[in-house]
């Protein structure tokens, strides 16, 4: 199947699931709350096929657990940021050994977007760095990252570097500046070369205005 049926395709089946836990919030009676829950299983069946990336059905059902209010996609935010040379801070997680993204990861409760990216960065670099702006609000399924079981927002920070020295943590195994025209293998589902490429030219070229979609 081409890549973009299957995006439109998951992110159907994602909304079945969505649907399907609103009915069994929502539901009056048992007749409406079993049929709500064999619709979910059977969305979580179908997802666990197309993600085809060994996420067992057990551990999709543990992602999708009952709601006792409205879902809402998953947020995830990150940093650029560029040395006196123009090169892209970058790191190499251990999940995803020999690949690397730009720093960050999904939002925690109590945090601001713009605290957590803070937060990220001095825990994943080592350096303390102040917020700019906001380059771009990425709804993940206009593009074309791997397969996932959640709908993912990601919101990405222009981040100047404050003060602090380079250094790896017990889940980042390197940290180190790129060109754009010499980035390395790239971990696909937190961050794509489009995107780099993209960002990289808002924050060279001084763009203001947030980019959304």
């Known amino acids: 199947m081409e890549e973009k049926k299957l995006s439109e395709l998951l992110n159907l089946v994602k909304r079945n699931i969505n649907l399907s836990d609103l009915g069994i919030l929502y539901a009056h009676n048992g007749y409406d709350d079993e049929r709500y829950r064999e619709l979910k299983e059977i969305n979580l069946r179908i997802l666990d096929i197309l993600t085809n990336e060994g996420v067992s059905l057990e551990k999709l059902k543990d992602f999708y657990l009952p709601i006792k209010e409205y879902p809402t996609p998953k947020v995830e935010v990150r940093g650029l940021l560029l040395n006196e040379n123009n090169e892209i801070l970058m790191v190499e997680e251990k999940l995803d050994p020999q690949k690397w993204s730009i720093p960050g990861g999904w939002c925690d409760i109590g945090f601001s977007p713009k605290e957590v990216v803070i937060k990220e960065m001095k825990e994943e670099t080592g350096l303390d760095v102040e917020v700019d702006r906001v380059l771009a609000i990425y709804d993940k399924k206009f593009h074309n990252h791997p397969a ?3 709908y993912t927002y990601k919101i990405v920070f222009l ?6 020295a380079l250094k ?14 010499n980035l390395p293998p790239l971990s696909t589902p937190r961050i794509l070369e489009e995107q780099i490429r993209h960002l990289f030219s808002l924050a060279t070229n001084n763009i203001k205005e947030t980019y959304f979609e």
């Open 148 to 150: 996932e079981p959640f």
């Open 159 to 164: 981040c100047k570097k404050l003060e602090g």
């Open 168 to 181: 790896t943590t017990f889940d980042i195994t390197n940290v180190k500046y790129f060109s754009l025209d």
